[in-house]
Nanobody, 128 residues
Framework: QVQLVESGGGVVQAGGSLRLSCAAS????????MGWFRQAPGKEREFVAAISRSGGNTMYADSVKGRFTISRDNTKNSVYLEMNSLKPEDTAVYSC?????????????????????WGQGTQVTVSS
């Protein structure tokens, strides 16, 4: 079992930046593939980014590629999402998620059904 707590959300103007953090409990953080997802009002939850257990592989949704960067620090049991050049359409609740379903250190997934644990989320609002 792992508990995930996000932080770093807020209100920012279009073109601005935010850095989200997700802190995980437990001593096996490096055994989890980590992902960020978001859900805007009235919309389905969507994949944003994922990072492999080792941190060596990353994956991004086309809508954020080149603007967002996912990273992790296994010594601090944390995963981060650096968001630059924010747009109003990035407004959503951002949640981190952990998957224990992958053996290989380089594996990762954008399939939310493959994630086992979820945080409560943090609100990001981008004003125009």
């Amino acid at each position: 079992q792992v508990q995930l707590v996000e932080s770093g959300g807020g209100v920012v103007q279009a073109g601005g930046s935010l850095r989200l953090s997700c802190a995980a409990s437990g001593r096996t953080f490096n055994s989890y593939v980590m992902g960020w997802f978001r859900q805007a009002p009235g919309k389905e939850r969507e994949f944003v980014a994922a990072i492999s257990r080792s941190g060596g592989n990353t994956m991004y949704a086309d809508s954020v590629k080149g603007r967002f960067t996912i990273s992790r620090d296994n010594t601090k049991n944390s995963v981060y999402l650096e968001m630059n050049s924010l747009k109003p359409e990035d407004t959503a609740v951002y949640s981190c998620a952990a998957s224990k379903q992958f053996f290989f250190s380089t594996a990762l997934t954008n399939d939310e059904d493959r994630y086992d644990y979820w945080g409560q989320g943090t609100q990001v609002t981008v004003s125009s």
